[in-house]
């Protein structure tokens, strides 16, 4: 089922779950802006540069490099919002994290890595958006409370 369907029909659900508990939606732009820049950081970009880069990357390199999602929320908390410290413990987290997917993919996709520079940069760029949506949503929550 394409990305945009699948989209729709949670969307749809989402909508029907609100109205169903008396709920309105927000009115003001401020709200909106936020979640069209959440929406594209989280969906939009991610999903059109991985669609595009599936054409020609194998699944299992995919699978790894889409995988780096943490690696990438960890470095923005940490070179952004500085309210984390840098612990070995985290780092080790991390990285078992990223060696836990090759090792269930399995290394020898990583032999494909380099071969669509452009696609494979694609992915990461997904994943860095990933984490950019990830560090947005959380600030947004503590604006909203604040």
């Known amino acids: 089922m394409p990305i945009a369907a699948r989209t729709l029909i949670a969307g749809s659900l989402l909508l029907v779950l609100v109205k169903a508990r008396g709920l309105s939606l927000l009115r003001d732009r401020t709200s909106w802006g936020r979640f069209l820049f959440q929406a594209c950081m989280n969906s939009v970009f991610p999903f059109t540069l991985i669609a595009w880069?599936?054409?020609?990357?194998d699944a299992g390199l995919a699978t790894i490099l889409n995988s780096t999602s943490p690696i990438f929320?960890?470095?923005l908390t940490v070179l952004i919002t500085r309210h984390e410290a840098v612990t070995c413990r985290k780092i080790f987290g991390v990285f078992a994290g990223l060696l836990g997917v090759c090792l269930i993919v399995g290394f020898e996709v990583l032999s494909g890595l380099g071969e669509e520079t452009w696609a494979q940069l694609a992915i990461v760029a997904a994943t860095i958006s990933y984490a950019g949506a990830t560090l947005s949503g959380c600030w947004s929550s503590v604006w909203a409370s604040a």
Request: hydrophobic fraction near 40%; proline fraction near 0%.
């Open 73 to 75: 929320t960890f470095l």
């Open 53 to 57: 880069a599936e054409q020609t990357t």
